[in-house]
């Protein structure tokens, strides 16, 4: 069964680093998403893309996050320059389309992002 | 601006027996949908079942079953005969057919005890 794949599982990184979270969405899903985690709280949207432009940013997805589709199966999720405060679980998602927002979207295993 | 309010942050049941996790929302949408993940020690989250807000019957998908009251905002969701495979966050979800974004509630931890 198709899945959504990300990688890496974990990612430890120094405050003011640059990270790049990467995902692979299903291949005939035409929306993506980004969504974070912050230990012991609620799932928050971050980003949604379609047609390699961002269709809606959350008040979260400041200038120092960016998202991309390099290439036809990669979609990332870079953060310019970490704070402690980005330490969180990020999952990426994908869906079809149909015409319909209400199709199901698809979640991957997520990315633990750990600031120092 | 769209909310989910889950007020019961952990609950417990005995196999085999039922539960039954609570959900609100606020919004003034006419067109939306709402969804139970399901988010287990793994961390993946995983579609339990979804209604959308013009069908008054509820949705059910085999132990699983939502109570839908559109009136009072409140999406309910009974898991029967539960089984230990069933404990995991659950979390409720909005979306509406103007936007793709999924609005969470804070989840409720769900224990399922021998």
């Known amino acids: ?58 008040e979260i997805f400041d200038d120092q996050f960016s998202v991309e589709r390099p290439d036809g199966s990669n979609f990332t999720l870079k953060i310019r320059s970490t704070k402690l405060e980005d330490s969180a679980m990020y999952f990426c998602a994908s869906r079809k389309t149909s015409g319909n927002a209400y199709d199901e979207q698809f979640f991957g295993p997520g990315t633990r992002l750990t600031v120092l | 601006a769209q909310t989910v309010t889950q007020s019961q942050p952990e609950m417990s049941v005995q196999e085999a027996e039922t539960v039954t996790l609570s959900c609100t929302y606020d919004t003034s949408e006419s067109d939306y949908y709402l969804f139970w993940y399901k988010q287990p020690p793994s961390r993946q989250m995983i579609l339990v079942i979804r209604q959308e807000a013009y069908k008054q019957q509820n949705a059910t998908e085999n132990r699983f079953s939502v109570n839908f009251q559109k009136a009072a905002k409140s999406f309910s969701l009974k898991i029967s005969d539960s089984q230990l495979g069933d404990a995991a966050m659950y979390f409720c979800a909005y979306l509406t057919g103007t936007a793709s974004k999924l609005t969470f509630g804070t989840g409720t931890r769900l224990q399922v005890t021998l």
Do not use: A, D
């Not at chain 1, 974990?10 to 640059?18: A, C, K, N, S, Y």
């Not at chain 1, 899903?29 to 969504?35: A, E, Q, S, V």
């Open chain 1, 1 to 58: 069964e198709p899945e959504v794949t990300q990688t890496p599982s974990h990612q430890v990184t120094q405050m003011g680093q640059e990270v790049i979270l990467r995902c692979v969405p299903i291949s005939n899903h035409l929306y993506f998403y980004w969504y974070r985690q912050i230990l012991g709280q609620k799932v928050e949207f971050l980003v949604s893309f379609y047609n390699n432009e961002i269709s809606e940013k959350s």
